[in-house]
């Protein structure tokens, strides 16, 4: 069992994800190697989860665009990295040092931090009139 690393967890309500994005994402921390490597097909991934094959591609598209994870330079097939925020480790000790070289390389412009999505113009509000019935008399 993985020590998981809770930084980036305290942040996950305000990235406003789906549930698609959500299960995407257990599906990998379930599935993750130490160190937050994850060895498996975005279609082995989204049927673990029971998501479509376009859902899986847009929670996927929102857990990279919001960092939470990393696809290798390099983009080797059925590879991904949770971001090591999120990601387990064996011992606290891996975990400490790898939560202290992930801030110096966010801090260096190296590693891209976890983020909320940024809006060119403010996602509509909710509006604030219930649903009305219709009669069909």
Do not use: C, F, W
């Not at 959500?22 to 490597?37: F, I, K, N, T, Y």
């Amino acid at each position: 069992m993985l020590i998981q690393a809770s930084v980036g967890y305290g942040m996950l309500h305000q990235l406003e994800l789906t549930k698609a994005a959500q299960d995407l994402l257990s599906a990998m921390v379930e599935r993750q190697h130490p160190g937050g490597e994850v060895i498996a097909s975005q279609r082995e991934l989204a049927a673990r989860v029971g998501l479509s094959r376009n859902s899986a591609n847009v929670a996927m598209a929102a857990l990279v665009d919001r960092h939470l994870v990393l696809r290798p330079e390099n983009r080797r097939y059925r590879t991904y990295y949770l971001h090591p925020y999120i990601a387990g480790y064996e011992t606290v000790e891996d975990l400490e040092a790898a939560i202290q070289v992930a801030a110096r390389r966010i801090a260096d412009g190296e590693l891209p931090e976890p983020t909320a999505p940024r809006y060119d113009t403010p996602p509509p509000k909710r509006q604030g009139h219930g649903l009305k019935a219709v009669s069909g008399e």
